[in-house]
């Protein structure tokens, strides 16, 4: 049970207090890096003989290889969940007998690396906890994934011994209402000292939650600009799916997944896979990550005018994108540049971007620029450094009957001679091998015909796609009732 104190108004001390005092909270910490900032809580607010087992801090790769066994990444969440198996493992060996009747038994664990003297390294660290919800209850588990984007070494411990007291609090008292766990994992520090860009909940207690709804609101809450998981829900941390990987990303509503697409970003990615080859160098066929991309931004406006977000909503898209094996990429980067930064963090390999004729006519839209003290220009500057090439689906104008290309684009005349430029220096290429029965669908159709029980939009979507939209009933299918006969027969 929580204690009797507004959350709203807890500082870290309280909250590392009310653990102390509480008779059956009790466990270890095991903190590797940025020094034990955690643990270092309990201690100073008082009372923390009522709470501390054991803290351990083994700094020493040797010492660390003796106690947990050898690990090719230090910094890593395989490391983290060797520390809390064994550091739990041994807590109940040694104090189950005693006082497992009464006492809520938890391990605190982190590996981090903080900023070296040089500077020069990934800021981040794996940290989570281990506990029962009650005395002799199975454990259940939180793991967070955290970047630190303090300036300084010491800034960095004092946001990450914040983040770990808020963690093992709201573990321990907020388990049943994930929302609120989340909410509580910044409090006293903001987003500029803290990211948190993956967490992944598991045990008794959290057999309920989709956790692909909680990499969703990790971008909602702020706590990250972005979130990924795979086609089966599995929670992804992106450096360790991202890093040094070409990548190649389609932004969609996906409101559902159509066959255009599925085949712009089967067609980019085999342009894609020949661009990568010719920078590299190499005989071999790079190991391309293809993401779909989902913007905070896309999934408000299908809210309505409020602005909030379906959830239902959100997971039919998540549904159906997992019906064609995507990896699925949430992000609050509305403009493509932003999109273009944040995967430059995980690698130095060529990105590339797909999209059709509109998107491509909105990203020379000025009035997204506005707020750039350059522009256009300065958006395009962080767009297209560092080997990133745009492919582009051509459009079937319904008006015209005529096919619009990247060659056959006009835009604004101010900057067509910008464009012009990007597409003929390769930063813009045209899709070529499309399917010319693709170019009729779109999706905005597709739903519409859903809702309206025209049978015609299963042939618009993949087979795997529109099973599950009629076995689910997503989008608002609601097949027709078969007329009934007399006596019942068919």
């Known amino acids: 049970m929580e204690p009797k104190t507004d959350r709203k108004n807890l500082v870290t001390q309280q909250k590392a207090l009310a653990i102390n005092l509480d008779p059956r909270k009790y466990g270890t910490f095991a903190e590797i890096g940025a020094g034990q900032e955690v643990v270092r809580w309990?201690?100073?607010v008082g009372g923390a003989a009522g709470t501390i087992a054991k803290?351990?801090?083994?700094?020493?790769?040797?010492?660390?290889?003796?106690?947990?066994?050898?690990s090719s990444r230090y910094v890593s969440r395989d490391r983290l969940q060797t520390m809390l198996d064994y550091e739990y493992a041994l807590l109940q060996e040694r104090l189950q007998g005693k006082r497992g009747a009464d006492t809520d038994f938890f391990v605190f664990a982190d590996t981090v690396s903080a900023r070296n003297f040089q500077g020069t390294n990934e800021c981040h660290g794996w940290m989570g906890i281990k506990y029962q919800a009650t005395p002799g209850a199975e454990p259940c588990q939180i793991v967070v994934h955290v970047r630190m984007l303090d300036k300084d070494n010491v800034s960095q411990q004092q946001a990450l011994g914040i983040i770990g007291v808020n963690l093992i609090y709201a573990a321990l008292y907020h388990f049943r209402v994930p929302d609120d766990l989340m909410n509580t994992l910044i409090d006293d520090l903001n987003a500029e000292r803290i990211e948190v860009d993956m967490i992944k909940f598991s045990g008794p207690e959290f057999r309920t939650i989709d956790h692909r709804l909680m990499s969703l609101k990790l971008v909602q809450l702020e706590l990250s600009d972005a979130a990924m998981f795979a086609a089966d829900g599995e929670v992804l941390q992106p450096s360790e799916v991202l890093y040094k990987k070409p990548i190649l990303v389609e932004r969609g509503s996906f409101r559902p997944v159509t066959h255009v697409n599925l085949d712009m970003l089967q067609t980019s990615r085999q342009q894609f896979l020949n661009h990568v080859a010719a920078r590299q160098g190499g005989?071999?066929?790079?190991?391309?990550?293809?993401?779909?991309?989902?913007?905070m931004r896309n999934l408000r406006a299908a809210g309505g005018e409020n602005g909030d977000i379906d959830y239902d909503d959100f997971l039919a898209r998540a549904d159906v994108l997992a019906a064609t094996g995507a990896t699925v990429l949430i992000s609050d980067y509305f403009e493509y540049y932003r999109l273009a930064s944040y995967l430059r963090r995980y690698t130095k390999s060529p990105i590339g971007i797909t999209m059709g004729i509109p998107s491509l006519i909105d990203l020379f839209d000025e009035k997204y620029y506005d707020h750039l003290e350059g522009g256009i220009l300065e958006s395009f500057g962080r767009l297209f450094r560092n080997d990133l090439k745009l492919f582009v689906y051509p459009l079937l104008d319904a008006t015209t009957r005529q096919l619009v290309t990247v060659q056959k684009l006009k835009v604004a005349p101010s900057l067509q001679g910008l464009y012009d430029h990007l597409a003929e220096n390769g930063y813009i290429e045209s899709i070529d091998f499309y399917n010319k029965d693709y170019l009729r669908i779109f999706s905005r159709d597709v739903l519409r015909k859903i809702t309206d029980d025209d049978p015609s939009w299963e042939a618009m979507v993949p087979p795997t796609v529109a099973s599950l939209i009629k076995e689910r009933r997503l989008f608002g299918y609601h097949p027709l009732e078969q007329p009934r006969t007399e006596g019942g027969a068919s």
């Open 42 to 44: 309990f201690f100073q």
């Open 55 to 70: 803290s351990i801090s083994a700094y020493d790769m040797t010492v660390s290889d003796a106690i947990y066994g050898p």
């Open 283 to 295: 005989a071999a066929e790079p190991e391309v990550v293809s993401l779909m991309e989902l913007t």
